[in-house]
Nanobody
Framework: VQLQASGGGLVQAGGSLRLSCAAS????????MGWFRQTPGKEREFIAA????????LYADSVKGRFTFSRDSAKNTVDLQMNSLKPEDTAVYYC?????????????????????WGQGTLVTVSS
């Protein structure tokens, strides 16, 4: 199983980027999938996730109203549209997936819930 994240890059504050993550090796129709980010010396931070396509995603307060999580079960992909980017959004962004299909809502922000992780894609927001 592989998760391949793409779409990171350098953008000015106020700009937008779209991250994509493609899963291969198995499907994740009724499994939690999400996005996290991490900066050096800090814990991995939850961004957004849901448990199946069509469920309203859970968002971190820090990105609510600026980022949009979307999921296509047919394509086995999750995307993260990031608007109104701020310098503090600079991080390596990771997509993640849960193998069990038993995640409950309160599990979604916990990195330990997820078994598969993408390689990370760097987002740099300049001021």
């Amino acid at each position: 199983v592989q998760l391949q994240a793409s779409g990171g890059g350098l953008v000015q504050a106020g700009g937008s980027l779209r991250l994509s993550c493609a899963a291969s090796g198995r499907t994740f129709r009724r499994n939690a999938m999400g996005w996290f980010r991490q900066t050096p010396g800090k814990e991995r931070e939850f961004i957004a996730a849901n448990r199946w396509s069509g469920e309203n995603p859970l968002y971190a307060d820090s990105v609510k109203g600026r980022f949009t999580f979307s999921r296509d079960s047919a394509k086995n992909t999750v995307d993260l549209q990031m608007n109104s980017l701020k310098p503090e959004d600079t991080a390596v962004y990771y997509c993640a997936a849960d193998s069990s299909g038993r995640a409950i809502w309160s599990d979604l922000p916990r990195p330990s819930r997820y078994d598969y992780w993408g390689q990370g894609t760097l987002v740099t927001v300049s001021s």
